[in-house]
């Protein structure tokens, strides 16, 4: 098992609780987007259709980083752990 400096593990943690907040944006964009639909607003809708698909792939990103450290500690990676 490689060994990991504090510092990076506990960068990785601060990764772990933003990727949280990614996934709530996302879901709060989409229904905002939903929302403006019903009203008939779609380019608000549009708007907020891909202010969701950005975080979505905000979070995509982090998810790739926390597995980077897990890999360079040698540890279970992240997003496969429970499948």
């Known amino acids: 098992m490689a060994k990991c400096a504090d510092n ?12 949280r907040g990614e996934a709530e944006g996302s879901s709060r964009y989409r229904e905002i987007a939903t929302k403006f639909t019903a009203l008939g607003e779609t380019d608000y809708s549009n708007i907020f259709t891909l202010l969701a698909q950005a975080e979505h792939m905000h979070k995509m990103v982090i998810e790739g980083l926390v597995d980077a450290i897990d890999l360079r500690c040698g540890q279970e990676v992240s997003s496969q752990k429970g499948k």
């Not at 990076?8 to 990727?19: D, G, H, P, S, V």
Request: proline share 0%; net charge neutral.
């Open 8 to 19: 990076l593990l506990a960068l990785q943690n601060a990764l772990k609780q933003e990727l």
